[in-house]
């Protein structure tokens, strides 16, 4: 009986359909993501781990917690800056801007003490 179960729940997982895309801008490039999908998410898929800037010293900072704490993956979304990346869901046509496109001298040469 218990491996029936299991069986049904497996064949209902499996025929669950994906969440709706939706698409993003992602520093002036047009990105797909899924609906609720966290902005940290897309962008470290999208393979851009550079969210922000240490304010001293001006290297890059990138996702660390996961859940808001740390404050490592600030971003601006849809023009409001210090919005933490990972607790932010996406949402159809969102401006997301990283620190590449804020500071991008300082995420090319690694930081003002580099």
């Known amino acids: 009986m ?9 064949k209902t997982q499996q025929t669950r359909s994906r969440p709706p895309s939706v698409t993003v801008v992602v520093d002036g490039t047009p990105r797909q993501a899924w609906a609720g999908q966290s902005v940290a998410a897309v962008l470290v898929a999208a393979g ?10 001006g290297q890059p900072r990138g996702p660390f917690c996961g859940m808001g704490v740390c404050l490592e ?4 979304i849809d023009g409001c800056p210090g919005t933490p990346a990972c607790t932010e869901h996406v949402a159809d046509g969102m401006d997301i801007r990283t620190a590449l ?6 995420t090319e040469s690694g930081g003002a003490d580099a």
Not at 48 to 57: D, K, Y
Not at 73 to 76: G, H, P, W
């Open 2 to 10: 218990i491996l029936m179960n299991w069986l049904n729940a497996l």
């Open 48 to 57: 851009i781990w550079a969210l922000g800037c240490n304010p001293v010293t």
């Open 73 to 76: 993956c600030r971003v601006t």
């Open 101 to 106: 496109a804020v500071f991008p001298e300082s």
